[in-house]
């Protein structure tokens, strides 16, 4: 079964850092682009970062270039958003999501549409 998981949320103070991870299982993710959005109740989902199969394309929306990071390890089928000196407007949940291939899918935001999604990890920012 193709999934994706996302892990590393969790309650951060403000100022602080946090490192998420995309880990995938049941199929290969160096092939496709990835991309974390993220979103808070009541709020419409936000395209966050994006990264395209190969890593030497990224794009991260305007409120979280140079603070947020967006890598890759294709060796171990994971992606991860290296968060820093994060605010509480960055409280949401983050979710990861994949789209095979290496078009124009980090353009924007908003990023292309993604049709593979994991559930979700929860990111709190508040002292």
């Known amino acids: 079964q193709m999934q994706l998981v996302e892990s590393g949320g969790g309650l951060v103070q403000p100022g602080g850092s946090l490192k998420l991870s995309c880990s995938a299982s049941g199929f290969t993710l160096e092939s496709y682009t990835v991309a974390w959005f993220r979103q808070d109740p009541g709020k419409e989902r936000q395209g966050v970062s994006c990264?395209?199969?190969?890593?030497?394309?990224?794009n991260s929306a305007g409120s979280v270039k140079g603070r947020f990071t967006i890598s890759r390890d294709n060796a171990k089928n994971t992606v991860f958003l290296q968060m820093a000196m994060v605010k509480p407007e960055d409280t949401a949940v983050y979710y990861c999501?994949?789209?095979?291939?290496?078009?124009?899918?980090?353009?924007?935001?908003?990023?292309?549409?993604?049709?593979?999604w994991g559930r979700g990890t929860p990111v709190t920012v508040s002292s």
């Open positions: 990264i395209n199969p190969s890593g030497r394309i990224t």
């Open positions: 999501a994949a789209r095979p291939g290496d078009g124009d899918y980090c353009a924007g935001p908003p990023f292309a549409a993604f049709g593979m």
